[in-house]
């Protein structure tokens, strides 16, 4: 463990809320939990210091003076995904000053007529692609409407319902009746068989919030439909691979079948990679913010990582559909989402925590970070499974 973590970190204790001890127990998925809290993890000063020491070093070396998030390892090109982290992260930090340098940016930039987001800006100062990427449009309007909450300011609530408007009109297909999310403006045509998704997109305890915001549009339907997308691509077999229950990267929604199929158009689309990591994390937000059944259902049905966990004491960075690992290393970054399986199992979360994501942090030169200094993606998701194991990720639209 680095120096900077001996400094500031204690060791966290992982607990559950009552409700996901009790649902996970129930689905014989649970280590043994005597002392259930109402948080998932319990908050640490410690790491609240190291959020915020690491969110600090983040916004300086990151984000430009106008709010442009700069991504290093794409040639210093700006994605609407890398806006939409730092809106949340300011938000939960309180950081309105950062905040509203990266949404007067964001807005200025990215913001199409279509009412959504271009995913994509060159560094040489312009949109690259037009076409939006949905969790970064979600992630923008969540956190607009946390700020809304959190700063007592409307005006951020005005701006977030031409998102989510635009969510709808933009990045859902509706098949059979059903409403869907898809992986983008471009997603719903594009496949031949049908919509293109991804699951680590699904975010269902956004939708929850988005329909407290915006009744004219089912999201709760949505609700619905990404948790029974998220199981079908998650155990049926894709391209003759047998499943073990991880979500792959992307999948095609079979428009008359009404099944998922491979995304063949991606290349080890079927894998649970550098994308389906984050489904743990978003779906054990649900489980922690919403004791929603669905989640802790899903989460419970994720016996292969909590084994691989107790067989080996780490976890491959990617894995194929049947669980043969395509990689010989782990990655703190993946763990971030990762952590998300294992609420059902508080100590190996806190192994998670103590031993793969505090153990990547360092300090040089007065920056924080984690595992590479110039890892964008690293940053903030080792940022998010801490915050997430420790309790520290708030549900800001709530009273």
């Known amino acids: 463990m680095h120096g900077v973590v001996k400094a500031l970190v204690k060791p966290p204790l992982v607990v559950l809320t009552a409700g996901v001890a009790a649902s996970l127990s129930a689905c014989g998925s649970a280590a043994s939990v005597e002392h259930a809290t109402h948080s998932f993890g319990a908050p640490s000063r410690d790491i609240s210091t190291v959020l915020q020491t690491t969110w600090q070093s983040y916004a300086r070396t990151f984000i430009t003076a106008d709010g442009r998030v700069v991504d290093p390892h794409i040639g210093g090109n700006t994605t609407s995904e890398g806006q939409s982290y730092a809106l949340l992260r300011a938000v939960w930090m309180d950081d309105r000053s950062t905040f509203d340098r990266v949404w007067t940016w964001t807005q200025m930039h990215l913001w199409q007529p279509e009412q959504r987001f271009a995913w994509l800006w060159n560094a040489s100062g312009h949109v690259q692609d037009r076409s939006s990427a949905t969790d970064a449009d979600e992630d923008i309007a969540l956190a607009l409407l946390f700020a809304a ?231 903030n998701w080792v940022w998010f499974g801490l915050a997430l194991g420790a309790g520290q990720l708030p549900d800001l639209a709530a009273g």
Request: glycine share 10%; hydrophobic share 35%; charged share 15%.
């Open 149 to 379: 909450n959190r700063w007592h300011d409307s005006t951020y609530r005005s701006a977030a319902l031409p998102v989510i408007t635009g969510i709808w009109s933009e990045d859902v297909a509706t098949v059979n009746g059903v409403p869907y999310l898809t992986a983008g403006n471009w997603a719903p045509q594009g496949d031949p068989a049908g919509p293109v998704l991804d699951p680590s997109y699904f975010a269902p305890y956004a939708y929850r919030i988005f329909a407290a915001a915006d009744s004219s549009h089912d999201w709760a339907a949505l609700v619905r439909s990404s948790y029974r997308v998220l199981t079908s691509c998650s155990q049926t077999a894709l391209g003759g691979t047998p499943a073990t229950g991880l979500p792959p990267d992307w999948c095609v929604l079979d428009r008359n079948a009404g099944t998922v199929r491979p995304y063949s158009a991606r290349s080890g689309g079927d894998d649970y990679g550098y994308d389906a990591f984050r489904v743990m994390w978003r779906t054990a937000l649900d489980a922690v913010w919403n004791d929603s059944p669905d989640a802790l259902s899903y989460l419970g049905s994720q016996s292969f990582l909590r084994s691989e966990w107790q067989r080996r004491g780490a976890l491959a960075a990617v894995y194929h559909h049947d669980g043969t690992p395509t990689t010989t290393y782990d990655d703190p970054t993946v763990y971030g989402g990762d952590i998300g399986a294992f609420i059902g199992d508080p100590g190996a979360a806190q192994g998670i925590l103590t031993d793969k994501l505090l153990a990547s942090l360092h300090e040089a030169g007065g920056v924080a970070y984690f595992g590479t200094a110039d890892n964008y993606y690293e940053q």
